[in-house]
Every structure is written in structure tokens, then in C-alpha cells.
């Protein structure tokens, strides 16, 4: 189902940055977890960073995005945003946040609803 909406997309040169947001409903980040996922083409979809419900702190399941992007909260406006920096033709593809009960899920089918996506094109 979708109900995530995700903003933030765009065309960038390599060694640039991009910031993603993922508005959920009101109070579900108090319940869910928030992940974000990318899919390039021919590709699975693939976990790339998750901020927890439970705890708040961000969990990492891509090694090649550590010290490069960073996941935060607001639980106010009901986002989660995914700053960018450094960016690199191989992170190239069609950015989701999903949403988990509680814990992070890094399998897609995990996520019980996601959002549109949100396309992000890097060149070389």
C-alpha cells in the first residue's frame, strides 16, 4: 500500500549531494520504522539506511553508504530524510522509504507500505 510519500529526487554530478524526505501519516513514527530502499534498473530493491522506531537511531545496511549518507527524524513534521553527500554513479536508481512495525526490516517484503518513489540520477 501506498502511504509514504517521498520528495527530494533529482539529476546530480558525481561528488554531489541530494537530501530525500519520506512524509508518513501522523504519528506513525512513533510505531514504524522508516527505511530507505533503492532499485536500480534490472536490479532487486535493496536496503540502504533505516531509522528505527523503537530506539531512533539509525541502522546501516549498506556498507558502501557508510560516511556518505546520513538518516534522521523529525517526528514533528513526520519525515525521515536521507542527506546525501559524495554521491557516486553507482548509487544511481529509484529511491523508496518503507515502513516496518517497530524494528527495521532490510527485506523489502518486510515493509508493510512504501511510497511512490523518488528518482535519483547521478553522473559521471
Known amino acids: 500500500q501506498l502511504r509514504l510519500a517521498e520528495f527530494g529526487g533529482g539529476l546530480v554530478q558525481s561528488g554531489g549531494s541530494l537530501t530525500l524526505s519520506c512524509l508518513a501519516p501522523?504519528?506513525?513514527?512513533?510505531?514504524?520504522?522508516i527505511g530507505w530502499f533503492r532499485q536500480a534498473p534490472g536490479r532487486d530493491r535493496e536496503a540502504v539506511s533505516c531509522?528505527?522506531?523503537?530506539?531512533?537511531?539509525?541502522?546501516y545496511q549498506q556498507d558502501s553508504v557508510k560516511g556518505r549518507f546520513t538518516i534522521s527524524r523529525d517526528k514533528v513534521k513526520n519525515t525521515v530524510s536521507l542527506e546525501m553527500n559524495n554521491l557516486k554513479p553507482e548509487d544511481t536508481g529509484v529511491y523508496y522509504c518503507?515502513?516496518?512495525?517497530?524494528?527495521?526490516?532490510?527485506?523489502?517484503?518486510?515493509?508493510?507500505?512504501w511510497g511512490q518513489g523518488t528518482q535519483v540520477t547521478v553522473s559521471s
Open positions: 518503507g515502513a516496518s512495525p517497530w524494528n527495521c526490516d532490510a527485506n523489502p517484503d518486510g515493509n508493510n507500505y
Open positions: 531509522i528505527s522506531a523503537a530506539t531512533g537511531d539509525p541502522n
Open positions: 501522523a504519528g506513525w513514527l512513533d510505531h514504524y520504522a
